[in-house]
Antibody, heavy 117, light 110 residues
Framework: EVQLLESGGGLVQPGGSLRLSCAASGFTFSLYVMSWVRQAPGKGLEWVSTISGTDPSTNHADSVKGRFTISRDNSRNTLYLQMNGLTADDTAVYFC??????????WGQGTLVTVSS | QSALTQPASVSGSPGQSITVSCTGTNSDVGAYDYVSWYQQHPGKAPQLMIYDVNTRPSGVSNRFSGSKSGNTASLTISGLQAEDEADYYCSSYTTSSTWVFGGGTNLTVL
């Protein structure tokens, strides 16, 4: 059974940083493209970042480019999202997703990031 | 990258069929057959219901079907059931190698 457990969310001040983690199990992590997708309170889904399995090449949405960095540690079956320069617009639930390129096969339960002073 | 366009809400009675549209551009929906649909119940994570325009993952009811014509994709749910009441999101791969979602459609089963 695929399991994705996000952690690292919380309350942070504007301009601050957070690192999200996603511990994966139940599949061969290194073989899969992984993504982060976020959802602001009461709003729709927004793609954030994607990383390939082994290259690993990355891609980020324009809204986070230069501030967020996606990475992975295949030896630890863990996906990361380093978030710097956070603003109120980054307040959202962040979902760890197996897949990319428009297809999210499995989703974690999400971790809430709140940016507020 | 602009979001794909979905109706804000649709409704139907149990047993009926409904269709949710998802309109994009030549740079996303019209460019590839990489359109997916997700179901999200309140407070829950999204679940993949359709991928590659019209393919159902294992375990998804055959009451759910997808199609595409030009820059518009559609999700049809037949034989509506109370448990289908949820938010539905379409998404597409884009020519910029990004992933774009629709704004979401709230389905009410009357």
């Amino acid at each position: 059974e695929v399991q994705l457990l996000e952690s690292g969310g919380g309350l942070v001040q504007p301009g601050g940083s957070l690192r999200l983690s996603c511990a994966a199990s139940g599949f061969t992590f290194s073989l899969y493209v992984m993504s982060w997708v976020r959802q602001a309170p009461g709003k729709g889904l927004e793609w954030v970042s994607t990383i390939s399995g082994t290259d690993p090449s990355t891609n980020h949405a324009d809204s986070v480019k230069g501030r967020f960095t996606i990475s992975r540690d295949n030896s630890r079956n863990t996906l990361y999202l380093q978030m710097n320069g956070l603003t109120a617009d980054d307040t959202a639930v962040y979902f760890c997703v197996v897949g990319g390129g428009g297809k999210g096969d499995y989703w974690g339960q999400g971790t809430l990031v709140t940016v507020s002073s | 990258q602009s979001a794909l366009t979905q109706p804000a809400s649709v409704s139907g009675s149990p047993g009926q069929s409904i269709t949710v549209s998802c309109t994009g551009t030549n740079s996303d929906v019209g460019a590839y057959d990489y359109v997916s649909w997700y179901q999200q119940h309140p407070g829950k994570a999204p679940q993949l219901m359709i991928y590659d325009v019209n393919t159902r993952p294992s375990g998804v009811s055959n009451r759910f079907s997808g199609s595409k014509s030009g820059n518009t994709a559609s999700l049809t749910i037949s034989g509506l059931q109370a448990e289908d009441e949820a938010d539905y999101y379409c998404s597409s791969y884009t020519t910029s190698s990004t992933w774009v979602f629709g704004g979401g459609t709230n389905l009410t089963v009357l």
